[in-house]
């Protein structure tokens, strides 16, 4: 059986959706995390980081409404449980940090487990002809490692 419409058999979308929920599990623990340090970050750094902080949060915003519209193009269901989330992400939540450099480094070490997932998913979904799908995620990487270079110049 194939998906005619996206031109995937079904065992590939399948696991395409299961390797994107993956990433989106990643993605929204990232997001609540990120909001948690624009919330409560503080010192001499906190008008840039503060406004760094948002800026990450409302791009992972709209990344996350992407994947899960992708994971529903391939006919399976996005999570959307928190326990879900928290189960199944590698990036673990993170609670009152205040300290710039502490969120800054836990910002690129969640930026490099997303990359690593991504890339993962990339390979898979080139293998089987999903470009949209590793397009997505290309263009999400980009982004990324612009941030992690930032936050790495930032930290020193």
Known sequence: MSFEHVGLKTDEA???GV???EVLANYQ???QNVR???WNIKGENFF???QQFEDLYNRAHMN???IAERILTLE???LHAFSDYIERAKIKETRNISDGRKAAKHVVESYGTLIKLERDV???ASEVGDEATADMLTGYISEQEKSVWMFKSFLG
């Open 14 to 16: 399948r696991k395409l």
């Open 76 to 78: 399976e269901t996005p």
């Open 64 to 66: 996350i409404d992407e």
């Open 122 to 124: 990339i390979e898979y």
């Open 48 to 50: 840039s980081l503060h």
């Open 36 to 38: 948690g340090y624009h």
């Open 19 to 21: 390797m994107l929920n």
């Open 29 to 31: 623990v990232f997001y």
